[in-house]
Every structure is written in structure tokens, then in C-alpha cells.
């Protein structure tokens, strides 16, 4: 299973951007996909995922700002960030869980800096 994010970028305070990540490879049709990040010198958070029920969840410090949804179809999740602030710069990976064997893979990662 391979993992391909984009859409990263440097944006000003209150832009926004829409990340993409496709998934390929051996993919069971139950999974869950989501975004985590991670910020100089701090742990890697989640952002949110959408597990493979549908159910919806997202950190608190993007609820309202944030909105993430998935074609499976395409095996695609996109993270669509509105009102972007200076703290949401963070390297963002994109994440996969297969329900049945619990496996999971990471994408490469992309920037996302938020900066006037």
C-alpha cells in the first residue's frame, strides 16, 4: 500500500488549502483514512480521520475549520482547511488503517506553512 499526499503550501493567515492523498495497492475496501501532522519540536497529532463506518472526527483546535471526506471510489481522502492560522504550520501526513488486519501506513508527508 502506497500512500500519495498533495496540495501543501504556504498560505496567508485565514487562506486555505485542500490536501489530497490517494491511496494504491492491496486496499481492503474497509479502512479508515485520515490526516495527522506534525510541528517543529512537537509530537504528531491527529487532525482527523474518517473511519471505515463513516464516522467523522477531528481535533478540537480545527473543528469548525476543518473538513475531511473521501471518494473510495478513487481510494482518495482530501482534507479541505479553511481560515488557516499560523499554528496549523505543520508538516501533515496522510494515514490508513485497514479495519480487518489492523495495518496501517503513512504518506510522505506535506508542508503546510501559514505565514504573512
Known amino acids: 500500500v502506497q500512500l500519495q499526499a498533495s496540495g501543501g503550501g504556504l498560505v496567508q493567515p485565514g487562506g486555505s488549502l485542500r490536501l489530497s492523498c490517494v491511496a494504491s495497492?492491496?486496499?481492503?475496501?474497509?479502512?479508515?483514512m485520515g490526516w495527522y501532522r506534525q510541528a517543529p519540536g512537537k509530537q504528531r497529532e491527529l487532525v482527523a480521520i474518517v473511519t471505515y463506518i463513516g464516522t467523522k472526527n477531528y481535533a478540537d483546535s480545527v473543528k469548525d475549520r476543518f473538513t475531511i471526506s473521501r471518494d473510495n471510489a478513487k481510494n482518495t481522502v482530501y482534507l479541505q482547511m479553511n481560515s488557516l492560522k499560523p499554528e496549523d504550520t505543520a508538516v501533515y501526513y496522510c494515514?490508513?488503517?485497514?479495519?480487518?488486519?489492523?495495518?496501517?501506513?503513512w504518506g510522505q508527508g506535506t508542508l503546510v506553512t501559514v505565514s504573512s
Open positions: 494515514y490508513l488503517l485497514i479495519a480487518r488486519t489492523q495495518d496501517d501506513y
Open positions: 495497492g492491496s486496499i481492503s475496501s474497509a479502512k479508515s
